[in-house]
């Protein structure tokens, strides 16, 4: 069956360049979320939409980061003008659950470097 | 502050038997779930378990059960009967439920497990 896909896989960025990072969830799961996953560490969120609804993007590190779910589907993170610190990789859950207290169905992840 | 403490960086196991992964919690809302994913090297995050702030009984599923200890904050996963494909980093987690919370998934920073033969 068809899961949370994500593409790019991998992406290797100059610093400076401008990255967009694609989430497909899975049909019909409503919440969308992203997550932040560094080298050795556990994912730290980034933001939550339910629907086309970015009701929470307290995550986000700085206002490089930009999110967008126009149709409540499809999900793209934009990452502005990217620096070696946003080297991770990102992560796309999705759930049928609103808020958050249902299970989390993860996507492969983007590895993201930034060179 | 960190919400949620895995203080095993490492866990090693001898296949067929159980093992148990610490975990603790810090939060003052009354309303929260806890979840437990598994990471093999691949990368993805498999879903585990999950326990209610409010139910009465420990989780399970399988040959996982979560060990609910709530005045102590703690929730511990335990795997039965380990097997190599065990072998993986594994993440405890937390949702908050309270109105002022957000949506965030709040997570531990990972027990690497090595089951071997």
């Known amino acids: 069956g068809a899961g949370v896909s994500q593409s790019p896989r991998y992406k290797v960025a100059k610093r400076g360049q401008d990255v967009a990072l694609r989430c497909d969830p899975i049909?019909?799961?409503?919440?969308l979320f992203w997550y932040q996953q560094a080298l050795g560490q556990g994912p730290e969120f980034l933001t939550y939409f339910q629907n086309e609804a970015q009701l929470d993007k307290s995550g986000l590190p700085s206002d490089r980061f930009f999110a967008e779910r126009p149709e409540g589907s499809v999900s793209t993170l934009k990452i502005q003008r990217t620096q070696q610190e946003d080297s991770a990789v990102y992560l796309c859950?999705?759930?049928?659950?609103?808020?958050?207290?249902?299970?989390?169905?993860f996507g492969p992840g983007t590895r993201l470097t930034v060179t | 502050a960190q919400k949620i403490t895995q203080t095993q960086p490492g866990m090693f196991v001898q296949e067929k038997e159980a093992v148990t992964l610490d975990c603790t919690y810090d939060?003052?809302?009354?309303?929260?779930?806890l979840f437990w994913y598994k990471q093999p090297s691949s990368g993805e995050m498999i879903f585990l378990i999950y326990?209610?702030?409010?139910?009465?009984q420990n989780a399970t599923e399988g040959r996982y059960s979560l060990n609910f200890q709530k005045a102590r904050k703690s929730a511990n996963l335990v795997i039965s009967a380990s097997q190599l494909g065990d072998s993986a980093m594994y993440f405890c987690?937390?949702?908050?439920?309270?109105?002022?919370?957000?949506?965030?998934?709040?997570f531990g920073k990972g027990t690497s497990l090595l089951v071997t033969p």
């Open positions: 987690a937390m949702r908050e439920g309270g109105s002022n919370s957000g949506y965030a998934l709040n």
């Open positions: 049909s019909g799961h409503v919440s």
């Open positions: 859950a999705s759930s049928l659950e609103l808020g958050g207290f249902g299970e989390q169905y």
């Open positions: 939060t003052s809302d009354p309303s929260y779930g």
């Open positions: 326990q209610g702030s409010y139910d009465q």
